[in-house]
Structures are given as structure tokens and as C-alpha cells.
T-cell receptor
């Protein structure tokens, strides 16, 4: 079945460091790809998305590019802030009413 | 903008009791998903509804049932609760009328079974 694999956390970075969270997927066909973020005690919020190969999603300084050749959707940010501390989930879905399939999540802690 | 509303936000139940969780999707959204997230875990898909019909089923226990009503709100009914049911339950909604739309999540209901 379809699946998403994320790098295991936790990831601890100093403020202003560069962030990469790896995400690869296995799917039949070409899914849409998403990054969701979950702040402590809150629900999941969409961070960014890409719907086709070579699309780049971006939001709040975060970026991810849909790479069909490597089936990847790595999340990057050039300079993290303490407020970025959260759990990040990579996910995929297809058009129609198919559910989102999530990765295991990666906890990011940014220290001042 | 209106978001997905879940109620209650917190619920404490004893073993073997029943619980009902409610989800009110974003207006015009025709699809509702339920997820269960255990402590430190990724969200696990339980069940989904499209236009008031069950559309997909995941790892939902037989003790749980769900439905979507004519106003598109959905309820997750949980019976014979077990300690292991303690988790955060998320509802998400989506509009299928446009391609590649994302799902929007509610704040979740934290269920604690004691």
C-alpha cells in the first residue's frame, strides 16, 4: 500500500540553523504531497503542499519540492526560529476521497 | 474563515463506558475523515465519509462506529472503552469538487479512559 517514510527525530537545532527533514514516499500513481505541522496541544495545520512533479510548495520560510525521480518531498528552512518547534508530518493523498497517509512525524526542537 | 469544529475538546471516560465525538466540517466540504493519534504517534486513519456515505475504512475497531448526517456533521461513537483508546481524535474535512485539495483538521478531542 501507499506509505510515507520520514527521518526519525527528534531533531534539535540552534536558532538560525538550516533545517532539512527528509520524506520519501511509496505510492502507485502520482499523489499530492503535503507537510503538516502540529504545535504542542494543537491540531494539524497544513504547512505546504505540491500536487505534481517539480512543484515547489512554500510557506513561512519552509520549502519542499516534489521529486518524482527520487519519490521525495524533503522539507527545508534556511533559518529556523524557536517558534518553529513542533512535530512535522509528511503526508500523501490522491484525488477523490482517499484519506491522507501520514509519515511517523519528526519532532523539531529549536533552542535559542 | 470557518474551520473544522470538534466537540468536546476533552473527554474523560471510565473503562467500558461509551463516548460520542462530534465533528462539524467546513461549510461546503463533502468529505469527513476521522483519525486517531496516540501519544507520540502519527495519526492513524479510522474511517471516512463522502456525501454521507462511508467511503473508506481504516483501522477502526468494531467497537467504534461513525456516521455522517444530512447537515454533513459526523459523529464517532465509541463503546466498551478500553484504556488503549486514550488518544487524540482528529476530524478532517475536504472538498472533493476541486482537484488536489488538502484536508483541514480540527483541534481534536482528547479522550482519556481511566
Amino acid at each position: 500500500g501507499d506509505s510515507v517514510t520520514q527521518m526519525e527525530g527528534p531533531v534539535t537545532l540552534s536558532e538560525e540553523a538550516f533545517l532539512t527533514i527528509n520524506c520519501t514516499y511509496t505510492a502507485t500513481g502520482y499523489p499530492s504531497l503535503f507537510w503538516y505541522v502540529q504545535y504542542p496541544g494543537e491540531g494539524l495545520q497544513l504547512l505546504l503542499k505540491a500536487t505534481k512533479a517539480d512543484d515547489k510548495g512554500s510557506n513561512k520560510g519552509f520549502e519542499a519540492t516534489y521529486r518524482k525521480e527520487t519519490t521525495s518531498f524533503h522539507l527545508e528552512k534556511g533559518s529556523v526560529q524557536v517558534s518553529d518547534s513542533a512535530v512535522y508530518f509528511c503526508a500523501l493523498t490522491f484525488s477523490g476521497n482517499t484519506p491522507l497517509v501520514f509519515g511517523k512525524g519528526t519532532r523539531l526542537s529549536v533552542i535559542a | 474563515a470557518a474551520g473544522v469544529i470538534q466537540s468536546p475538546r476533552h473527554l474523560i471516560k471510565e473503562k467500558r463506558e461509551t463516548a460520542t465525538l462530534k465533528c462539524y466540517p467546513i461549510p461546503r466540504h463533502d468529505t469527513v475523515y476521522w483519525y486517531q493519534q496516540g501519544p507520540g504517534q502519527d495519526p492513524q486513519f479510522l474511517i471516512s465519509f463522502y456525501e454521507k456515505m462511508q467511503s473508506d475504512k481504516g483501522s477502526i475497531p468494531d467497537r467504534f462506529s461513525a456516521q455522517q448526517f444530512s447537515d454533513y456533521h459526523s459523529e464517532l461513537n465509541m463503546s466498551s472503552l478500553e484504556l488503549g483508546d486514550s488518544a487524540l481524535y482528529f476530524c478532517a474535512s475536504r472538498y472533493q469538487g476541486a482537484p488536489n485539495t488538502e484536508a483541514f483538521f480540527g483541534q481534536g478531542t482528547r479522550l482519556t479512559v481511566v
